[in-house]
Structures are given as C-alpha cells and as structure tokens.
C-alpha cells in the first residue's frame, strides 16, 4: 500500500507542477491572431502549437521518469534498488535461461528480476520478497553445505 501510495503521490505532484505550468504558458504566449471578426483557436497558431507540442511532450517525460523510478524502488521501502547483476547468457541460454538482470534492496527486503528479452509477449518483472530475518537463509546454506 505504501509503495502504490508513493507512486499516486508522485503522479500527483507531476500533475499539480504541470498544470501550473500550464497555466503559466497560456498567460506568457502572445494574444492569438484575429482577422476582423475572425479569432484563431489556439491551435491554429504557430506559436502556441509548438510551445504546447513541447509542453506535451515534456509532461510524458516526466510520466516516464515517475515510471521508471517507482519501477526500480523497493516494494516495503521505497529506497531506490542498487547492485544490478547480471545473469543468464545470450549464447548459453538453454542452460543459463534468459538474459536477466537482479536488483536488490539494500536492506534486504526483496529482488527485482528484470527480464531482458521477452519470448512469449510482454513478461513482467518478478519482485520476490525476502524473509525478514536475512540471517536464516545463510544459516541453511552453512547447514546445508556441510552435508
Ligand atoms: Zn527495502
């Protein structure tokens, strides 16, 4: 909840800063064009084409920042994933799987798998939580290898 939380907060600041942007762009471009009766609607100037053509444009950029961010952020808390590694292989992918890389939180709270090739349509990331006590699993790994 926190995490979708963020996320509709950030849209949300986007949307408020855009909008008074804006708003700042219709009070700073120049009056439209009138030809004796007739006035031009806004997107029958130049001027004010262009600039809301830059206006959009920049607007999904930010969209895709906000995106982008909240897809590599933890899921419990919030802090930005770090140490990408690598795995699978191109050239050994029968035996190594796919291309995909692994980013982690650095508390411990989960890893992201980012799939870097999509065979069957679009395969989504896989977030896999980790247990709250990061201790037991390197005791099962100590336990276990002495077998
Ligand atoms: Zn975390």
């Known amino acids: 909840m926190k995490y979708w939380g963020y996320f509709v907060s950030k849209l949300l600041v986007a949307g408020i800063v855009f909008s008074g942007i804006g708003i700042g762009l219709t009070k700073l471009l120049p009056e439209r064009t009138t030809f004796g009766d007739f006035t031009s609607e806004p997107w029958q100037d130049l001027p004010w084409t262009f600039a809301f053509m830059l206006f959009g444009l920049t ?52 890893t992201l798998r980012v799939f870097e090739i999509h065979f ?28």
């Open 120 to 147: 069957t349509g679009h395969m989504s990331d896989a977030w896999r939580p980790h247990d709250d006590n990061i201790w037991r699993e390197l005791e099962t790994l100590s336990t276990t290898s002495k077998d």
């Open 59 to 110: 607007f999904l950029g930010a969209l895709t920042l906000v995106v982008i961010d909240q897809r590599f952020r933890c899921r419990t808390c919030l802090r930005r994933l770090r140490m990408p590694v690598g795995a699978g292989a191109w050239d050994k992918i029968f035996r190594l799987g796919s291309p995909q890389t692994e980013w982690i939180c650095p508390f411990g709270h989960g």
